[in-house]
């Protein structure tokens, strides 16, 4: 699911330019059988048109409501491109302290770079941290393979976390010519994190 999540963000990156501005673009969605609500940092709107569902999970894109024809304020920051992706069947939930130190672990190792890269070759990627928060797990990762045709810096932040029994991880990524402040794309990871939360609390018959 990482692998191919990976893979396909390079697609909807490249879909993801003011070619693809939409009328009343959302500041949310509901995927996985509106099981998961997706939403973003305040000035994130949902780009429709380079969202995806289907079998292997759902891959949702943000970026600025001013940019997507949202009609709504603007990013604070220079704008970064968020992705969010569920996966389906693999919940995290229970997994604690050891199993997201269990999860950094293999995302250090040569198969779980291999999984980060959008090339699937681990020796594109370097993980410069990996660290939980509660049932949270961040990653700040280079992977030199995001940066070519797509003008992206190759660092980026990513989270993953357990939400309505789904696997989530969510992503900030910046344009090469508009990077974000020191510190401002884990700033907008911790937003964005906090707003999935917000937006999908825990539900009794979660398992």
Known sequence: ??????????????????ASAQSGAPLRVTVDGRA??????????????????GPEGAFVLLGSCAAL??????????????????????????????????????FTSEPGRAALSRAGDAGSVQVLEALSVG?????????????EGQALDPEYWRAILPLRGRMVTLSVLSEAGSPLPPGGARAALDTFVARMQ?????????P
């Open 135 to 147: 049932d949270v797990l961040y990653l700040r990762i280079a992977d030199q393979a995001a940066a």
């Open 36 to 53: 998961v609500v997706v939403t973003g940092p305040p000035g994130y709107c949902v780009d429709r048109s380079a969202s995806r569902e």
């Open 1 to 18: 699911m990482l692998k191919g999540a990976a893979l396909l963000l390079a697609a909807l990156l490249a879909l993801a330019s003011p």
């Open 69 to 106: 024809g949202g009609g709504r304020a603007a990013p604070k920051d220079a704008p970064a491109v968020l992705i969010a992706t569920i996966a389906p069947g693999a919940s995290g939930e229970g997994l604690g302290p050891e199993g997201f130190a269990g999860l950094a672990t293999f």
């Open 198 to 206: 917000a937006a999908n609390p825990s539900r009794p018959s979660d």
